[in-house]
Structure formats: structure tokens, C-alpha cells
């Protein structure tokens, strides 16, 4: 099971980019990455996922270097309604009997946003 | 389209009481999954089901019961509350695909509070 490490927090003001990274030293080869955004009293809301390379979506970018054992986070020019927790997971999706991987989220790390 | 639905969305139990919580997803998932979140922490997975018919342990199974009574619902049963069962509960759902990592929705959570 890949186990993840992430900042506890981060600051940062409106308008800004924020870059979070996520490492994961023991990345197996099937595992894909995948975050997530919770804000309170919701529950987790997933952003991006992406297996190698640059993935780019409305929100977000994800980038991940050639050896895989880490991974950064891209939000462009945020705003105060991205303050929230954000979740690195790695692994694959569990098939019956097949375990459990990738579904185990860490404390996150809880990104705060300035004006 | 409402997604996952979880009920009720607050209870408050005496220690020893039974309960069940309710969770319905309108998505066709294959997969479901049961969460707790303690305050300050991580989501840890109690039960999943990567298909109708079948059940697995996840990280914190003791003390809870699951059913999946068809594709759409699962459940999740606290036979004899205890205090340390405090905490807010995800219901999750999922594509389920062996070699691709699908992401999993949420629902908004179940507050529970044991006295």
C-alpha cells in the first residue's frame, strides 16, 4: 500500500497559484493518483487523477515526474472558496476479494486562502 | 440528479443502542464504501462492496455491520453503540473497472453522537 506524505498546511493569497505536493516513495507500477477537495461539512470532492505526465482539467493540473514517487497539485489564480482539505491517494481501483488500495486518505493538507 | 444520498443526516444515540445508516446512489455504480471522519483526521474505510452480492473489511470494521440490498443501496449497522463510534460517516460510490483507478462521489455524511 502506498503510503502518502503530504504538508499539514499551506497559506496563500487570491489570484495566486498553489502548488501542493504529495510524496509517494513506494508508488507501485498499477497505481494511479488521485486528489481530492473536502470542504467542512461536506464530504470529499474529487478533482483530478492522472497516472504520468501533466493532466489538465477546468480546475486543476496535476504533474507527475517520470519516477512517479511524487506528485504537485496545481490550482491557477485561486480564490477564497478553494480554502478546504486537499487528499493525496494512491493506488488502484479494489476489485472483489482484490483489496483495498487507494482508499485510505491521510489528515490532507488544509489549504487556506487570503484576500 | 441527486447522487449519494445519505440518511439521516444527524442522530444522537444513547451507548448500547442499535442504528442503522442509510445510503442510496443514483450513479449505477458497481462499488460502494463506508467512511468515518474524526475530527481533525482523514476518512478511514470502515466497509466497501465492489459489488452487488459482496462485502469486505476495510481499516476500521470492528463493531459495524454492512448490507448491500441491491445495486443502488448500503448500509451500514452499529449493533450496540459505544461513545468512541462518534464521528461523521461517508456513504461513497464508484465505476468499478479492475485496471483503472475510478474515482469515487460522496455523499454530505451522517453527524452521529453517542452519549
Known amino acids: 500500500l502506498a503510503k502518502t506524505t503530504q504538508p499539514i498546511s499551506m497559506d496563500s493569497y487570491e489570484g495566486q497559484e498553489v502548488n501542493i505536493t504529495c510524496s509517494h516513495n513506494?508508488?507501485?507500477?498499477?497505481?494511479?493518483i488521485t486528489w481530492y477537495q473536502q470542504f467542512p461539512s461536506q464530504g470529499p470532492r474529487f478533482i483530478i487523477q492522472?497516472?504520468?505526465t501533466k493532466v489538465t482539467n477546468e480546475v486543476a493540473s496535476l504533474f507527475i515526474p517520470a519516477d512517479r514517487k511524487s506528485s504537485t497539485l496545481s490550482l491557477p489564480r485561486v480564490s477564497l472558496s478553494d480554502t478546504a482539505v486537499y487528499y493525496c491517494?494512491?493506488?488502484?481501483?479494489?476489485?472483489?476479494?482484490?483489496?483495498?488500495?487507494?482508499?485510505?486518505f491521510g489528515k490532507g493538507t488544509h489549504l487556506i486562502i487570503q484576500p | 440528479n441527486a447522487g449519494v444520498t445519505q440518511t439521516p443526516k444527524f442522530q444522537v444515540l444513547k451507548t448500547g443502542q442499535s442504528m442503522t445508516l442509510q445510503c442510496a446512489q443514483d450513479?449505477?455504480?458497481?462499488?460502494m464504501y463506508w467512511y468515518r471522519q474524526d475530527p481533525g483526521m482523514g476518512l478511514r474505510l470502515i466497509y466497501y462492496?465492489?459489488?452487488?452480492?459482496?462485502?469486505d473489511k476495510g481499516e476500521v470494521p470492528n463493531g459495524y455491520n454492512v448490507s448491500r440490498l441491491n445495486k443502488r443501496e448500503f448500509s451500514l449497522r452499529l449493533e450496540s453503540a459505544a461513545p468512541s463510534q462518534t464521528s461523521v460517516y461517508f456513504c461513497?460510490?464508484?465505476?468499478?473497472?479492475?485496471?483503472?483507478?475510478?474515482?469515487?462521489?460522496f455523499g454530505d455524511g451522517t453527524r452521529l453522537s453517542i452519549l
Open positions: 461513497a460510490s464508484s465505476e468499478a473497472e479492475s485496471t483503472v483507478f475510478r474515482p469515487q462521489h
Open positions: 513506494n508508488i507501485a507500477t498499477n497505481d494511479y
Open positions: 492522472g497516472y504520468k
Open positions: 491517494l494512491v493506488g488502484v481501483l479494489l476489485y472483489s476479494g482484490g483489496g483495498a488500495d487507494g482508499l485510505t
Open positions: 450513479m449505477n455504480h458497481n462499488s
Open positions: 462492496s465492489a459489488s452487488e452480492g459482496t462485502t
